[in-house]
């Protein structure tokens, strides 16, 4: 297999700067790491002794090798929330610096363990590797799932970063009680639903919506989304400072960061370490006039379906309109009964009649990006073309 291949290459490669990946390895605490259930020397997997099984852990020893190599930059891809998405170097000092700013704003302990349950390709999955490399904590890796407690039962995790989700499935799993052994979690690459955070008001573990992307390296803003200190509001990482541009999205600039990075995220910003977030600028709806953010009708229609047991995936979007500009449609994934679902939005057709979507259109399953988002414009042409093709 081609991973096979590759990975023997790179650990034969690696036997050539062994004293300079001794020399970076020798802070780290840790002689193994667990791979989906194996213990993996560090030695082995540095001299290319213990093979991938999987593509995913070819990725993994990869960037482990690379990382302990010295090796000085990593070359990535946006997920597009600067604008379009495209291939970024990140230096490794960024790296560490990033993760010493969350592990400072954390606690994070030298000892703890950490389950690394997300691809190792993309920013947040190899910004856990840096954390346990730079805190000194144990890395428990597991292919990425929708539960990963399930395959961790003898190992005690101490933290762990999760996609919401990975949280929505924990939640309502035989394993949701797990949490409360775990010290601390970060929820990232996505909104986590209100009800998913009424969830987690009964578990113990302290769990942290977080902002960032990788232009950012990672995150730059944590909102603790349970316990008594729970806020609506993210608060800015140790060195990271927050303006507004002229849309009234959020600049973010850092001491880890080459230059300030302007988002397309549209914030109401309390101060310059404090902002809530509204939507992003590129989903804004212009119909007649006025302009909605999607992001804060859904929290309505969100109320709405659960009052209505609706528990379908949704989101807001448009289509031209010769009279509005654009005409706010609500795309569904799956099927359910339109007359329910129109019943359902009634309260909201009442409160905000400019709002209310005017088409319902329904696709059996949501597009999503490489790292799990939902590709909303993608989403809703196919689901535009299908309903014209059935028309």
């Keep these: 297999m081609p991973f096979l291949k590759s990975a023997i290459r790179t650990g034969q490669n690696t036997l050539n700067s062994r004293s300079t990946s001794d020399k970076l390895m020798s802070g780290y605490p840790f002689n193994s790491i667990v791979v989906n259930g194996v213990t993996v020397p560090i030695d082995d997997l540095m001299a290319g002794r213990h093979l991938p099984s999987l593509e995913i852990e070819a990725a993994l020893f990869s960037f482990i090798q690379q990382w302990f190599n010295g090796q000085e930059s990593f070359n990535l891809k946006t997920s597009g929330s600067t604008g379009i998405p495209k291939a970024i170097t990140i230096p490794r000092d960024q ?58 039962n003898n190992h005690d995790i101490d933290f762990c970063a999760l996609a919401p989700l990975q949280l929505h499935d924990i939640l309502r799993s035989g394993n949701a009680a797990r949490f409360n052994r775990v010290r601390t979690a970060l929820i990232g690459g996505g909104k986590v639903s209100d009800d998913d955070i009424a969830r987690l008001q009964e578990i113990n573990c302290r769990c942290y919506s977080t902002y960032g992307m990788t232009e950012t390296v990672s995150h730059v803003a944590l909102r603790l989304l349970n316990t008594q200190d729970a806020t609506e509001y993210y608060v800015a990482l140790p060195g990271v400072t927050l303006a507004l541009d002229e849309r009234e999205c959020l600049v973010i600039d850092s001491n880890w960061l080459a230059q300030p990075v302007i988002t397309n995220d549209v914030v109401k910003l309390l101060d310059k370490k404090t902002f809530i977030w509204l939507g992003r600028w590129d989903n804004i709806i ?21 009052d209505a047991a609706i528990i379908n995936r949704f989101f ?48 059996p399953k949501f597009i999503e990006s490489a790292n799990g988002k939902i590709n909303r414009n993608a989403t809703a042409s196919v689901a535009v073309q299908t309903r014209h093709s059935s028309d």
């Design 286 to 306: 212009n119909t007649g006039g006025l302009k909605i953010v999607p992001e804060q009708v859904e929290k309505e229609i969100e109320k709405c379906f659960r």
């Design 316 to 363: 807001l979007a448009s289509i031209p309109d010769p009279r509005l500009g654009n005409k706010v449609i609500l795309v569904i994934e799956g099927m359910h009964s339109e007359e329910v679902v129109r019943s359902s939005l009634l309260a909201l057709k009442h409160k905000q009649p400019y709002a209310h979507p005017q088409m319902l259109l329904f696709i």
């Design 95 to 152: 790296m560490i610096l990033s993760a010493k700013r969350t592990e400072k704003a954390l606690g994070l302990r030298k000892g703890d363990t950490a389950l690394v349950c997300l691809h190792p390709d993309y920013i947040a999955g190899k910004m856990m590797l840096v954390r346990c490399f730079v805190s000194g904590m144990k890395i428990v890796f597991s292919t990425p799932s929708g539960n990963p407690f399930d395959d961790i």
